[in-house]
């Protein structure tokens, strides 16, 4: 069994940032095309691409806690908390299984 792991990327700075997360997601997508279960971890991607995963219809498994503390750390605008709600909620409904660790309680905390 292959599995694909799809692992945090370093961020470019200035216009090359929207070419280099299309041409990063299309290089994922190959890859996860030959795999057998494809693996998030430490990353929300954009809505967008977690739908070109589900077309390839292979098994995604979500690691939940990774997501969450991968975040920058400092206090998010709201355009960029709406934009984290929206890739949260697509890639838990994509998700064939999500790993969580931590209790809600110790999710919670861990936010505040």
């Known amino acids: 069994m292959k599995i694909e792991s799809l692992p945090p990327r370093p961020r470019p700075a200035g216009v090359g940032r929207l070419l280099g997360r299309w ?3 299309g290089d994922l997508l190959r890859r996860a095309r030959a795999a057998d279960v494809v693996l998030i971890q430490k990353r929300l991607f954009s809505t967008a691409f977690i739908r070109g995963l589900r077309r390839l ?14 975040s920058p750390g ?4 709201r355009l960029t ?17 999500t790993i969580a660790t931590m209790s809600i ?3 919670a905390a861990a936010n505040h």
């Open 23 to 25: 041409r990063e997601e």
């Open 57 to 70: 219809n292979k098994p995604i498994v979500f690691d939940f806690d990774d997501a969450l503390f991968a």
């Open 74 to 77: 400092r206090p998010h605008s």
């Open 81 to 97: 908390r709406a934009r984290i709600q929206q890739r949260l909620a697509a890639v838990l409904r994509a998700s064939a299984l």
């Open 105 to 107: 309680a110790e999710i």
